[in-house]
């Protein structure tokens, strides 16, 4: 157990800031929306990254967090269904509050033909102006190649096949992207980026952290939310530096 207000403190004053989700879960996206009431309480000078939205589509977020656009036109622009998919109702309040407060709203993404493309032919096979900006990523470490082992062999995947190379490229390339975005923006107007993404993006500091750890920003902050019965087959304080309790109802 650990003091709350002090975990936001520290997470309000960090470059980068994650809090993951379970995309289907209305719990985890309710303690996204408080959690990051409580940071914009600590620190009013932040933006909300979001993993929902390929770079393409920043105009249309920029549009909407001015209050020039209303919710059906932006789910509109934005292609909300085809891009994203997840029900729109979980991630509205963290878009309004966006939107209430003025606060930039960042597409942390790619495009998933990009991220799909590198998983059928590899990065090196990705021509570097088709790259999106995107920059080489650092080398997965070796926990986080041991985790995605574990994805890969629930679709019949096996570590050190070309195809898992490739899967593993395609997830770091995303992880990447989000980094970089995050980094990006933090270093422009040195706010506090909250990044809304999975949280197997940034689960045991890897994936995004990594990545951010790799462009020179080395205090970052994870936090998770953790439902009644996840299983724990990992020691739970390795997995993010605070996990908040939430309820199991939808």
Known sequence: PTDAAAVLRRAAAAPVAVLGEMHESAEDHRWQAQTLAGLHALNPHIAIGMEAFPRRLQPILDRWSAGELDEATFLKL???????????????????FARM???PLIALNVERTLVSRVARHGWSAVPTGEREGVGDPAPASEEYLRRLDEVAA??????????????????SLWDRAMAEAAATQHRRD???????MGRGHAEYRDGVIRQLEDLGLTDSVVLLPWAPGRPCNRPAS?????????????
């Open 154 to 171: 629930g679709h019949g995947g096996q570590r050190g096949s070309p195809d898992f190379q490739r899967f593993v490229a395609a997830q």
């Open 238 to 250: 390795s997995a993010a530096d605070a996990m908040f309790g939430v309820a199991s109802l939808q």
């Open 190 to 196: 040195g706010r506090t980026v909250v990044a809304i």
């Open 101 to 103: 407060n003025r606060l």
């Open 78 to 96: 934005t292609q909300w269904d085809k891009v994203w998919g997840y029900d729109a109702r979980y991630y509205l309040p963290i878009m309004h």
